[in-house]
């Protein structure tokens, strides 16, 4: 089983300042790692991903995140961020296996602010 | 348009009663999945189907039931509603297959149980 830890519940940013969010992953299989992003009242999209190859992975709206395996980790990042970023952004895992469960974090809302 | 579609968007039930969410999707994707979000806990998988006919529990299936007859339908049926289903719902599908991997989301239910 797998298990993701987003230990920032909320992350306050000016609008044009650099971001990062921070993803922990515990899995005792190799695992593919996923960022969505949810709007107010809406489902949720898929940012960026990591499967395999390069551990830097960039996604839709400038972001990226960055695969560490030795850290467990998969934080995502924006060099700049603008007020419609504002959203939560949760962090999931799943094993490589057959089944593709995702397993999610518990979030992290994002405030830009003027 | 193509495309995974939730219905109601929202619903107002009595405890004790049973009430059923509806999922379908035009992708004929093989994977369905059933998540509630809840503050605090980001989204907990409730139920998924690998394909027509075959369905399994998720982390928290108590008081639910699946069914999956048609590739495209995935309906979540709350059996007697209690205020502790209160939530959102939400349904994804995902081919399952290779590099794709991700969902897609759903829109969202938002029940409330009074």
């Known amino acids: 089983a797998q298990s993701v830890t987003q230990l920032d519940s909320q992350v306050p940013v000016f609008e044009e300042a650099p971001v990062e969010l921070r993803c922990n992953y515990s899995?005792?299989?190799?695992?593919?790692l996923f960022w969505y992003v949810q709007y107010p009242n809406q489902g949720l999209q898929l940012l960026l991903k990591y499967l395999s190859g390069s551990t830097l992975v960039k996604g839709i709206n400038g972001f990226e995140a960055e695969f560490n395996k030795s850290q467990t980790s998969f934080h995502l990042r924006k060099p700049s961020v603008h007020i419609s970023d504002t959203a939560e952004y949760f962090c999931a895992v799943s094993g490589t296996g057959g089944g593709n469960k995702l397993t999610f974090g518990t979030g992290t809302q994002l405030k830009v602010e003027l | 348009d193509a495309g995974i579609t939730q219905s109601p968007r929202y619903k107002i039930t009595e405890t004790g009663r049973q009430v059923t969410l509806m999922c379908h999707q035009t992708?004929?994707?093989?994977?369905m999945f059933w998540y509630r979000q809840d503050l605090g806990h980001g989204l907990r998988l409730i139920y998924y189907s690998a394909a027509a006919d075959i369905t399994d529990k998720g982390e928290v299936p108590d008081g639910y039931v699946v069914s999956r007859s048609k590739t495209e339908n995935f309906p979540l049926t709350l059996e007697s509603a209690t205020r502790s289903q209160t939530s959102v719902y939400f349904c994804a599908s995902s081919d399952g297959g290779g590099k794709s991997r991700g969902y897609t989301f759903g829109s969202g239910t938002r029940l409330t149980v009074v």
């Open positions: 992708w004929s994707h093989s994977y």
């Open positions: 899995s005792s299989v190799s695992v593919y």
